[in-house]
């Protein structure tokens, strides 16, 4: 149901893109925190391994796996000839309280807080994700990851696509050993 869910906006977006002839646009928000993943976390061996999770680890994994995830998404769609694009974006530090599940030290927690009226509020946090949304300079760019409203670039395993698709297989060997 979940899943189903989540793909129906996708199967709508390539019919409505092929029917009106209008691009439509996934935008991924991932975080430069994908820089402290090596990809080691999409292993299914060690998936549910509570001994070594790390909520922080487990925060880059994650943002790693939005990268990929564009990117094997992109090329999904070329290669289906589909006009729809995929991209990823680091907002920035944004002063909300996600601190409060990645930060479990109270002398970060702290440092944080103090530094809070320094860092972009939430509309300024939305500025890249609304680029890439919605600006014409964005039309037709895709499998790119981007900060403050220009491309920038991720690291090398971010730009891994043997590891994007493995991510992908991965994804789905998840959602079927679920459905059983």
Known sequence: MGLSCNLRPIILMKSTAKETGVQGRIVNVSSTAHRRSDGSGFDLNKLNDKSKYNAFSAYSHSKLANILHANELSRRFQEQGCDLTANSLHPGVIGT????????????TSIFSLAKPFLKDVPQGAATTVYLALHPDAKGVSSKYFAGCNEATPTPVARDAELAKKLWAFSEELVENRSK
């Open 97 to 108: 309280n996600i601190v409060r599940y990645v930060m479990t030290n109270s002398v970060l």
